[in-house]
């Protein structure tokens, strides 16, 4: 039985990040499911719980013996080791796409120190501006090539409180007893994909800005593709 792609989208940005591919997917015969997390950041901490809920209501209509291949684009990759144990489908595959990876042992932090300290000034009652507001044009503008996919993913942000980042994810033990792999955008990713391949994972490498997947979705799709169906 082919297994469905369950794409989710980094917190930070929206799931319209995972469409074009989505659509690529399924023009070539595969099912896929894009789980919505733009309201996990409601509501007081710990916020892991609803990315897990968000993730089993978007596979609400699927049969629970139905397998599925977890894809994960940027900071989502520090969830899926508890959106895997959270799910009834069994799980044929893990792919992290340009993402952080969850810590091999115990709680894994979703920003570092260094991340916290930048981010920690730029809050306003305990939230911070969308993802895009962080950097300069200089740094946003090689993400995209068209100014109408721009518009749209830039004003589906969420304005995330800061206590997200302050969190911890839990990583249950054997979360990846499965084939995991890697497909690497670029830096500033490379280093998790050097680790991703000391793990023996399959890594794989589409050379991009951090949100490729929406500038090249068919080469995205083929690499999602291969990566499933070698490991």
């Known amino acids: 039985m082919q297994p469905i792609f369950v794409l989710v989208h980094s917190p930070s940005v929206g799931p319209s990040t995972w469409h074009p591919v989505a659509e690529h997917l399924t023009a070539a015969g595969y099912q896929v499911r894009v789980p919505s997390l733009l309201h996990m950041g409601s509501g007081a901490p710990p916020f892991w719980p609803r990315i897990v809920s968000a993730v089993r209501d978007g596979l609400r209509q699927v049969p629970v013996g139905s397998p599925v291949t977890l894809v994960a684009h940027s900071n989502a990759g520090l969830f899926l080791p508890t959106i895997r144990s959270g799910l009834d489908h069994p799980v044929t595959g893990s792919i992290f796409v340009d993402a952080a990876l969850p810590a091999r042992i115990g709680p894994t932090p979703v920003a570092s ?17 969308r993802w895009t507001d962080w950097w ?15 518009q749209a993913t830039i004003e589906e942000q969420p304005t995330l409180p800061l206590s997200y980042y302050e969190q911890h994810i839990p990583v249950p033990d054997g979360w990846d007893d499965h084939p995991c ?33 929406i500038i090249d979705p068919a080469g995205t799709a083929r690499h999602l593709v291969e990566l499933a169906t070698t490991t």
């Open 113 to 129: 120190p260094e991340l916290l300290e930048f981010l920690r000034p730029m809050a306003v009652n305990g939230r911070l501006p």
């Open 136 to 150: 300069d044009e200089a740094d946003v503008a090689p993400m995209f090539s068209d100014p109408i996919v721009r």
């Open 181 to 213: 792999s890697y497909l690497l955008f670029g830096r500033p990713y490379d280093d998790d994909a050097a680790e991703a391949r000391e793990r023996g994972w399959q890594v794989a490498h589409l050379p991009g800005a951090h949100l490729h997947q």
